[in-house]
């Protein structure tokens, strides 16, 4: 495969993964109801400047949002959005939960565990950061 065919791979990954970020977090909202969904992506894009699209590239201002929002409860929309995302990978990745588990920090796990794969072109179970987290 040439370099290009490697980075436009690379690219189309980044999308499908930030594409999945985005219908986790959507479905996870949804269990809430349609209304109040609507209710934090508004409230999220005027008060906070996130606009919906942005969310899978300002994944720690969009934690802080919701932590702002819903103050302890927003950890329990975070577990939503890992579990459903965790789903959506086709559970490729065993579940380590590190000391400091956050959203954000699943979420770049998850992402650097794509690249580690498109780059070698197979499947991993678990990259040396999620082991290494997990300690």
Same mark, same amino acid.
């Given at each position: 495969m040439?370099?290009?065919?490697?980075?436009?791979?690379?690219?189309?990954?980044?999308?499908?993964?930030?594409?999945?970020?985005?219908?986790?977090?959507?479905?996870?909202?949804?269990?809430?109801?349609?209304?109040?969904?609507?209710? !934090?992506? &508004?409230?999220?894009?005027?008060?906070?400047? $996130?606009?919906?699209?942005?969310?899978?590239?300002?994944?720690? #201002? /969009? +934690?802080?949002?919701?932590?702002?929002?819903?103050?302890?409860?927003?950890?329990?929309?975070? !577990?939503? &959005?890992?579990k459903?995302?965790?789903?959506? $990978?086709?559970?490729?990745?065993?579940?380590?939960?590190?000391? #400091? /588990? +956050?959203?954000?920090?699943y979420?770049?796990?998850?992402?650097?565990?794509?690249?580690?794969?498109?780059?070698?072109?197979?499947?991993?179970?678990?990259?040396?950061?999620?082991?290494?987290?997990?300690?």
């Amino acid at each position: 495969m040439s370099a290009f065919g490697v980075v436009s791979q690379l690219h189309l990954q980044k999308k499908t993964f930030n594409r999945l970020v985005l219908e986790a977090i959507d479905e996870a909202l949804s269990s809430l109801g349609e209304t109040p969904k609507i209710a !934090i992506y &508004f409230h999220i894009d005027k008060t906070f400047n $996130i606009k919906k699209q942005e969310i899978p590239h300002r994944i720690e #201002d /969009f +934690t802080s949002a919701l932590e702002e929002i819903f103050g302890l409860g927003a950890k329990h929309l975070e !577990i939503s &959005f890992m579990k459903h995302l965790h789903a959506k $990978i086709g559970g490729i990745y065993e579940w380590i939960e590190p000391k #400091d /588990f +956050t959203f954000p920090t699943y979420v770049h796990m998850i992402k650097q565990n794509l690249v580690y794969t498109s780059k070698n072109g197979k499947e991993v179970e678990k990259s040396n950061e999620c082991n290494q987290m997990a300690k």
